[in-house]
């Protein structure tokens, strides 16, 4: 059975019950009704414009779609949690704006505590001026991170433990639900799910040490993900993902495996990878404070060799799963997802369905479905593996298939 949106929850954290919007295009105010007093911390990003308001972790009990559509100076708002602990709110602003008033009020005996959030229409030059001057330490601490995964596991690999490891980065999380069924299901519930299941069947082969991006409903970073591969030196790293086409878009159904590539193989490859890259944006992280995450010339040898693996891993992988799934009727593509430019680690990105696909849809919430492929999954990796521990020519093997 699938796990709710977020199974985390506790009774001990404040619960977000209600949220509105008032105002204008000069002022509009944004409340939120808690159980619970909560800090918060409110700061604006740019291009696109933005208000992040991060507070303490809470459990949101909203009304569903609540904060698609907007008024006055937001567009629209989307809220998650982006780390253990730590939660938070993005609001997209038709404008540049100034964050005029951010509190939280104490419950009284007849109403609830309040996050009140009052933004003000204002210009850019004061917009970027202020966005200097008084919101940069704020986005610094807002990023910081201790070195370690979601799950909380060390980011080195024990000395005595010679096995490869094995990154499944189920995509999305938190505030980035990712793409939607038609009957609300989330895209980021599919896959962890789905990632859980192929960790216990890796784990259960003796074979290798399993590394899950994430372990619960957590916003990671796209470049954690691919640092997180890297701190534990892994082997070969696998994102799970699902995709949907819109209304009118036409119909598409089956499965598809990614390897990195600056150019798409396709138009609707180019599409998925823009969409894909969009994640950090979505959840109000400042990409201009990301520091780049290669940068020696040399690196260019290994990201070479990685890719012929990567290749070779999409190739076996694609072979294994005509047997067990329906496929895309392109399966094997390539694009530019930042999750799989790590130079030193063969990466795959596997979109399992489009859940705008009915049939598709079925599969990714069967029991038997899910079970079937992650074996054939697990059957690929052990195919990658005696080839590349015997030694073998990857290249040559790429070729052949």
């Given at each position: 059975?699938?796990?709710g949106?977020?199974s985390?929850?506790?009774?001990?954290?404040?619960?977000?019950?209600d949220?509105?919007?008032?105002?204008?295009?000069?002022?509009?105010?944004l409340?939120?009704?808690l159980?619970r007093?909560?800090?918060?911390?409110?700061?604006t990003?740019?291009d696109?414009?933005r208000?992040v308001v991060?507070?303490?972790?809470?459990?949101?009990?909203?009304?569903?779609?609540?904060?698609?559509?907007?008024?006055?100076?937001?567009?629209?708002?989307r809220?998650?949690?982006v780390m253990?602990g730590?939660?938070?709110?993005?609001i997209?602003v038709?404008?540049?704006?100034?964050?005029?008033?951010?509190?939280?009020?104490?419950?009284?005996?007849s109403?609830?505590?309040r996050?009140?959030?009052?933004?003000?229409?204002?210009?850019?030059d004061?917009?970027m001026?202020?966005?200097?001057?008084?919101?940069r330490?704020?986005?610094?601490?807002?990023?910081a991170r201790?070195?370690?995964?979601a799950?909380?596991?060390?980011?080195?690999?024990p000395?005595?433990?010679?096995?490869?490891?094995?990154?499944?980065?189920?995509?999305h999380?938190?505030?980035?639900t990712?793409?939607r069924?038609?009957?609300?299901?989330?895209?980021?519930?599919?896959?962890?799910?789905f990632?859980?299941l192929?960790?216990?069947?890796?784990?259960?082969?003796?074979?290798?040490?399993?590394?899950?991006?994430r372990?619960d409903?957590?916003?990671?970073?796209?470049?954690?993900?691919?640092?997180?591969?890297?701190?534990?030196?892994?082997?070969?790293?696998?994102?799970?993902?699902?995709?949907a086409?819109?209304k009118?878009?036409?119909?598409?159904?089956?499965?598809t495996?990614?390897?990195?590539?600056?150019k798409?193989?396709?138009?609707e490859?180019a599409?998925?990878?823009?969409?894909?890259n969009?994640a950090?944006?979505?959840?109000?992280v400042?990409?201009?404070?990301?520091?780049?995450?290669?940068?020696?010339?040399?690196?260019?040898?290994?990201?070479?060799?990685?890719k012929?693996?990567?290749v070779?891993?999409?190739?076996?992988?694609?072979g294994?799963?005509?047997?067990?799934?329906?496929?895309?009727?392109?399966p094997?593509?390539?694009?530019?997802?930042?999750?799989?430019?790590?130079?030193?680690?063969?990466?795959?990105?596997?979109e399992?369905?489009y859940?705008?696909n009915e049939?598709?849809?079925?599969?990714l919430?069967?029991?038997?479905w899910?079970?079937?492929?992650?074996?054939?999954?697990v059957?690929?990796?052990n195919?990658?593996?005696?080839?590349?521990?015997?030694?073998?020519?990857?290249?040559?093997?790429?070729?052949?298939?």
């Amino acid at each position: 059975m699938l796990p709710g949106a977020w199974s985390g929850a506790r009774a001990e954290v404040p619960v977000v019950t209600d949220a509105r919007l008032a105002g204008d295009e000069k002022e509009t105010r944004l409340v939120l009704d808690l159980s619970r007093k909560v800090d918060i911390r409110a700061f604006t990003l740019a291009d696109p414009y933005r208000v992040v308001v991060d507070l303490s972790q809470v459990n949101f009990q909203l009304p569903e779609r609540i904060g698609e559509r907007g008024r006055g100076l937001v567009k629209a708002f989307r809220f998650g949690l982006v780390m253990q602990g730590g939660s938070r709110i993005v609001i997209d602003v038709a404008r540049p704006v100034r964050v005029e008033k951010a509190f939280v009020l104490d419950a009284s005996s007849s109403q609830p505590a309040r996050l009140v959030l009052e933004l003000g229409a204002t210009d850019r030059d004061s917009f970027m001026r202020n966005l200097a001057v008084e919101n940069r330490a704020a986005r610094q601490s807002s990023l910081a991170r201790k070195p370690q995964d979601a799950a909380g596991q060390p980011t080195t690999r024990p000395d005595n433990d010679p096995r490869p490891v094995v990154v499944i980065d189920p995509g999305h999380g938190g505030i980035d639900t990712g793409t939607r069924a038609p009957d609300g299901l989330e895209e980021k519930v599919i896959v962890l799910d789905f990632a859980m299941l192929l960790r216990d069947k890796i784990e259960k082969t003796g074979k290798y040490r399993v590394v899950l991006t994430r372990s619960d409903d957590t916003f990671i970073p796209l470049n954690e993900r691919v640092r997180l591969a890297r701190s534990h030196q892994a082997q070969l790293f696998i994102s799970i993902h699902c995709d949907a086409l819109a209304k009118g878009e036409g119909e598409a159904q089956g499965a598809t495996v990614y390897t990195m590539s600056d150019k798409a193989s396709d138009s609707e490859a180019a599409k998925l990878a823009d969409q894909e890259n969009k994640a950090d944006v979505i959840a109000g992280v400042d990409l201009s404070s990301e520091a780049e995450d290669i940068a020696d010339i040399l690196i260019d040898l290994a990201q070479r060799e990685t890719k012929t693996f990567s290749v070779h891993f999409a190739r076996t992988l694609v072979g294994q799963l005509k047997v067990s799934a329906r496929l895309h009727k392109h399966p094997l593509k390539s694009a530019g997802f930042i999750v799989l430019r790590a130079p030193d680690v063969p990466s795959v990105l596997v979109e399992l369905g489009y859940v705008s696909n009915e049939q598709d849809l079925k599969q990714l919430t069967s029991d038997a479905w899910r079970s079937k492929v992650g074996d054939t999954i697990v059957h690929a990796i052990n195919m990658f593996f005696a080839t590349r521990l015997a030694g073998g020519n990857a290249g040559a093997a790429a070729g052949k298939n």
